[in-house]
């Protein structure tokens, strides 16, 4: 420990992204990176700068063929696709034109006609309302400075040689990837999110993470001891032996709870009262099928189709999708896959592709919103999931539905499809299900007309939740009023719920708070039939459902209702959580 200064203990708290305990020295992460100037050369030195940056492109290639096979071998197959993409970035044709251009035609050496381009889709990205898509920026970033780390002749630069717990600003992929992990105990970062792809492989390699902790610098310095539990989400300066004591404790109660969710992961989630609640995963591509269905998943719950649009010069191809959507029902077995059609904003396309800009694309062209107006579009995609459904069961939804009128647009779309498949004698399931997805308040109070027209709900209470009480979730500064217990929220998931089940159709949640384990006995006693999560919550979220009485989850919302304060509601949950599956919340 420095004993030049107090050693009082301090906890920093943040994101917990990857479950587990590290105790260490600090080691901080050298991440200058000089950027590139737009230096120009003489015309006569063109293809001398061009034939520079290809060996560049070539090394590269390289390094992240070796990155996949280390992440097939020691991460997944699933995790090894993250790379797959990095490869796909690098050697973009649209991307390298670009680069061609401002080496030929404005005469930039290699280094700067890359970074330029690099930082104009950047920062398209960072535009981005979707968290996921907009992780991706540290990916693209991943492969820039690969890159220009290549065009100098750089060593890409090793960690600490003693045990210790890495501190950085933000970590890229391939970083996570090559660490030395008997070296690297854990890490935590400023930046970051559960969505990235460090945070995923981190949870694939069993390496504790913490993101989020701001100004982490202030609080720690060099050759401090730390504690990280990147469960809980803090990392304890100078933590007291008795501190110590008591985590490593935790640490075998939940090594122990993880080991029993896990053996019984594959089982019904039932309460204990009989009700039925299928527990199903969110995945972003068709490599992560194998990986939650491992986790004892009941089927894909929300398929996003965005990644499969955004790593490519082109919009995907009919065939292309029907072969991506086709892996993925396959892989889903009996339960099946939802397949949710392009969510995406104008500010999100492929090079080339975008529309005008728009002075508030949240609130504009997005959703079924462009895919009705995009008709072409739309029907290659309506196509290609059809097509998939000869080959298991798939059912479509409709994101960022508003009203009636979009509902029955996008199902004459399909009907038209189903009719040209038909004629073509292409093999389909005609009685594919069809979905609405949640996500905008006048969708939740017009619930009972929406039920008439589709074959299930499924509630996105991320996107809900922000347009019904009108806070960025993002934006620190109201960051406090993004509450999921608001009495609003609670009677709109009530209202939908209401509208489904005399309709004889059934109601899901995907979003955020479907693995929220606080409030599971909230969704439940709503009548929710249908969690979706992401892959490391399925073994939890089934082991609570298992635990509760749903009539005393439905007694629960019913003096939930009567409240006017989120906290009141969620402190209620919290309760009967606790007096359930204890086990499951320290």
């Known amino acids: 420990m420095n004993s030049a200064r107090s050693i009082e203990e301090v906890h920093i708290r943040g994101l917990g992204v990857s479950p587990g305990l590290a105790i260490g020295r600090v080691h901080f992460h050298s991440e200058l990176m000089i950027e590139p100037t737009l230096e120009t050369v003489g015309p006569e030195a063109a293809d001398g700068e061009w034939a520079r940056f290809q060996r560049a492109v070539i090394l590269t290639k390289e390094q992240l063929q070796g990155l996949l096979d280390r992440a097939a071998d ?12 990095h490869l796909l970035m690098a050697e973009d044709p649209a991307l390298l034109a670009q680069v061609e251009k401002g080496i030929r035609d404005d005469h930039l050496r290699a280094e700067g006609a890359f970074y330029r381009v690099m930082e104009r889709y950047m920062a398209a990205m960072r535009k981005f309302d979707d968290d996921y898509l907009r992780d991706r920026v540290t990916d693209l970033d991943d492969v820039m400075r690969r890159v220009l780390a290549n065009l100098r002749g750089e060593e890409r630069r090793g960690g600490a040689d003693f045990a210790h717990i890495l501190l950085a600003r933000d970590l890229a992929p391939s970083e996570t990837m090559e660490m030395d992990r008997a070296s690297v105990l854990g890490f935590a970062t400023e930046a970051g999110s559960p969505t990235s792809h460090t945070a995923i492989l981190a949870r694939s390699l069993g390496i504790p993470a913490v993101v989020g902790m701001h100004d982490i610098h202030s609080h720690v310095q060099l050759d401090d001891t730390v504690l990280l539990d990147g469960a809980a989400g803090v990392l304890i300066v100078n933590p007291t032996r008795e501190t110590v004591a008591t985590y490593e404790s935790a640490r075998r109660r939940r090594a122990r709870v993880d080991s029993q969710l896990y053996a019984l992961r594959d089982g019904e989630a039932l309460t204990r009262d009989g009700q039925r609640i299928v527990v199903a995963a969110n995945i972003e591509v068709a490599e992560e099928i194998g990986s939650v269905m491992g986790q004892g998943a009941e089927g894909v719950g929300l398929y996003r189709t965005e990644f499969l649009f955004l790593h490519q010069p082109h919009f995907p191809t009919e065939e292309e999708q029907a072969a991506d959507y086709t892996a993925v029902a396959r892989g889903a077995g009996e339960h099946g896959v939802i397949i949710r059609t392009l969510d995406i904003g104008g500010d999100k396309l492929p090079a080339g592709a975008d529309g005008p800009a728009e002075g508030n694309p949240f609130l504009g062209w997005r959703g079924i919103r462009r895919s009705l107006q995009q008709p072409e579009l739309f029907r290659t995609q309506l196509r290609a999931i059809l097509r998939a459904s000869a ?31 038909a004629a073509e004698g292409v093999p389909f399931d005609p009685l594919m299900a069809r979905g609405a997805m949640i996500e905008v308040p006048s969708a939740a109070v017009l619930a009972d007309m929406l039920a008439e027209e589709v074959d299930f709900f499924s509630v996105g209470t991320n996107d809900l939740i922000q347009y019904s009480i009108a806070v960025d979730r993002v934006n620190e500064r109201v960051a406090d009023l993004y509450q999921p217990c608001h009495p609003a929220i609670v009677r709109l998931l009530r209202n939908v719920v209401e509208a489904a089940v005399p309709a004889g159709i059934w109601a899901g949640v ?6 929220d384990i606080v409030l599971t006995p909230l969704l439940v006693g709503l009548g929710f039939t249908e969690l979706s999560v992401g892959a490391s919550q399925i073994p939890r979220v089934k082991h609570a459902i298992r635990t509760l009485d749903a009539g005393e989850c439905r007694d629960l919302v019913r003096r939930s209702l009567g409240l006017r304060n989120h906290m009141e509601i969620l402190a209620r949950s919290r309760q009967m959580a606790r007096s359930y599956y204890a086990e499951l919340l320290e």
């Open 74 to 85: 020691d991460a997944g197959a699933a995790q090894a696709g993250i790379f797959e993409a």
């Open 391 to 421: 080959y298991g069961k798939v059912r479509v939804m409709y994101p960022l539905v508003s009203g009636v009128d979009e509902v029955r647009l996008a199902n004459a779309a399909l009907a038209s499809c189903m009719e040209e498949l």
């Open 510 to 515: 995907c979003g955020e708070m479907a693995g």
